[in-house]
């Protein structure tokens, strides 16, 4: 697949964009072509970057997107507005009202305490390279690979872009793809590769065809 012969948007920013990277996608891989069909549409899912944003990715680690969402609620009532200063200055009480866990109380003072002393750049990490942007998002606690990847997928708007320990992802990969089980980080990164340079549309077309085949919203 001859990614050099693609002409790729700098970041995925309307819905044209997505409905570009699928035609791709399927034109070159028949399984995606049936995944896709199963699709009413693959959606944009964009938010602005920054703050926020990345808090709403932190809030979302390892819980159900239902439990995302309703702590994400909860926060934005009791911290407004949601900027590094006044998530500090409002303190525990606020926190725990918002049903904040211990482990995400830590992850966010320590993105707030990194924004503050410019240790991490969030507004420059649009235009690093991927690998880079990830390394730089990364160094701070409490942020992993998953969570940098969710978050140059969904804000930054980064095209190639596959979170592949993500768990909805690895299941659609089986169910999709008919593997004989759900196939690890490592092995899904590596069949990924096949639908580079628009692997941030792939991921988002196996979101959409998991929560079809569940009956529920699955995408971070």
């Not at 979302?60 to 994400?72: F, K, L, T």
């Not at 580079?196 to 065809?209: N, Q, T």
Request: aromatic fraction near 6%.
């Amino acid at each position: 697949m001859g990614a050099m012969n693609v002409s790729l948007p700098a970041t995925i920013e309307t819905q044209a964009h997505i409905d570009e990277g699928v035609e791709w996608l399927v034109s070159n891989d028949p399984q995606l072509a049936g995944l896709a069909a199963l699709v009413d549409q693959v959606p944009l899912r964009r938010s602005e970057p920054g703050f926020a944003s990345l808090v709403k990715i932190i809030i979302g680690q390892q819980v159900s997107v239902q439990s995302a969402d309703a702590i994400w609620k909860r926060l934005v009532k009791c911290i407004s507005p949601l900027n590094p200063e006044m998530f500090v200055q409002c303190g525990e009480a606020a926190w725990i009202e918002a049903g904040l866990s211990r482990p995400k109380q830590r992850a966010l003072c320590a993105l707030c305490e990194a924004m503050e002393s410019r240790t991490l750049l969030l507004d420059r990490v649009g235009q690093m390279p991927a690998n880079e942007a990830i390394v730089h998002l990364t160094q701070v606690k409490g942020i992993g690979p998953w969570t940098a990847e969710v978050y140059l997928l969904f804000a930054v708007g980064h095209p190639d872009i596959f979170p592949a320990g993500d768990l909805a992802l690895q299941n659609a990969a089986r169910q999709g793809l008919a593997l004989a089980e759900r196939p690890d980080d490592k092995t899904l990164r590596k069949i990924a590769e096949s639908w580079a340079p628009w692997r941030g549309v792939a991921a988002r077309l196996f979101w959409a065809y998991y929560a079809v085949q569940a009956n529920r919203n699955v995408m971070p």
